[in-house]
């Protein structure tokens, strides 16, 4: 028995049957950022390529994003909510230390009788982790229909006044629907590494802080507050993310000429277009929604593969790379042999 057929005891595949995708509503561009923080919609634009982002409202939590992902991503696959078999929630933020998120979003969603946990992958890199988590549950042969929803509220752990995060994040939820295909389609097992000495560079800091007038500033999780040194992040991508790229690609037998899309973590616009450079690839075989919507955390990979989905820029049998990376230091990737209604597994 090969590693990939231990993987895969039930020997069939594993595919995205749908994505669905929620936006918050309120967009906030680069001037208004300009109002609030010590910067400039031309800094903004020049250095990480966003010109706006979406920010939950003050009673929208990761349970109600996710949940509305959920239901779209049903709705896109014309299935009932009902017929999910299990619920997997990649998130750092949810409304509550306990229960788990998955469970607050199938409260939301109307789902009942049927399990729900998270993974706390560090928030970016769940668009592969969380993914991988909820192809192996499918592979196992025990579920058939999985929900695995990315959502984050990262603007609600904001210093109002901390310009390196105020800039780039934004909030939203996304939510991989996984069925079994024929063998030969789905997504393969993912290379996932996490660097331990990079603990620090981008997390949740729990501190006291204060205004200038001495009062306390709290953020919507207390004294919790988002960190990340944004250079630090710059660099590990383009040293660790180009080969570690062309190492999955190998992996999966295939070249680079084989791969027909690949979609980055959406944390900078300039970012993912060095590294398409790097490997050799033309930007025309990658997509971008971070210029419009922020760094959205795990869910930004899911959102640009479902907007590359409705562009029509994937079909049947096309070869589409996933690579997320984010806190820890940790990212991830996998090759997905992209399957077509006519790929899934009908019978049971």
């Known amino acids: ?130 993914l991988d988590v909820g192809a192996k549950y499918v592979a196992s042969g025990q579920y058939r229909r999985v929900a695995v929803v990315l959502a984050d509220v990262t603007t609600k752990l904001f210093d109002p006044e901390d310009r390196t995060v105020g800039v780039i994040f934004g909030d939203a939820g996304a939510c991989y629907l996984l069925e079994p295909t024929a063998p030969e389609f789905g997504v393969s097992p993912a290379l996932m590494h996490s660097d331990p000495t990079t603990y620090e560079t981008a997390y949740v800091m729990r501190e006291e802080r204060s205004w200038p007038d001495g009062s306390p500033k709290k953020t919507a999780y207390g004294d919790n507050f988002c960190y990340m040194h944004g250079r630090s992040v710059r660099d590990y991508a383009l040293d660790r993310i180009p080969d570690f790229t062309e190492g999955l690609v190998k992996k999966a037998g295939l070249a680079m000429d084989d791969v027909d899309l690949i979609i980055f973590h959406q944390a900078n616009y300039h970012l993912i277009h060095l590294m398409m450079e790097r490997l050799g690839l033309p930007a025309e075989k990658t997509l971008t929604t971070v210029q419009k919507y922020g760094n959205t955390s795990g869910s930004g990979v899911p959102i640009a593969l479902r907007e590359a989905i409705d562009a029509g820029r994937v079909k049947p049998g096309d070869n589409v790379v996933l690579v997320s990376f984010g806190a820890g230091m940790s990212h991830g990737g996998t090759v997905v042999r992209w399957a077509g209604e006519r790929d899934f597994v009908q019978a049971w």
């Open 1 to 130: 028995m090969t590693m990939d057929d231990a993987a895969n005891p039930a020997g069939f595949g594993v595919g995205i049957r749908a994505i669905g995708v929620r936006i918050p509503e309120q967009v906030v561009t680069n001037a208004d950022l300009e109002q609030r923080l010590t910067t400039t919609d031309e800094w903004i634009t020049t250095n990480i390529g966003i010109t706006t982002r979406h920010w939950s409202a003050p009673e929208e939590n990761t349970s109600d994003l996710g949940a509305a992902a959920l239901l779209d991503a049903c709705q896109q696959a014309g299935v009932s909510p009902d017929s999910i078999d299990l619920v997997i929630c990649g998130t750092y933020t949810p409304d509550h230390m306990i229960p788990a998120a998955a469970v607050a979003i199938m409260r939301k969603a109307g789902l009942r009788d049927v399990p729900g946990f998270d993974v706390n992958s560090g928030g970016c890199p769940g668009g592969v982790f969380a």
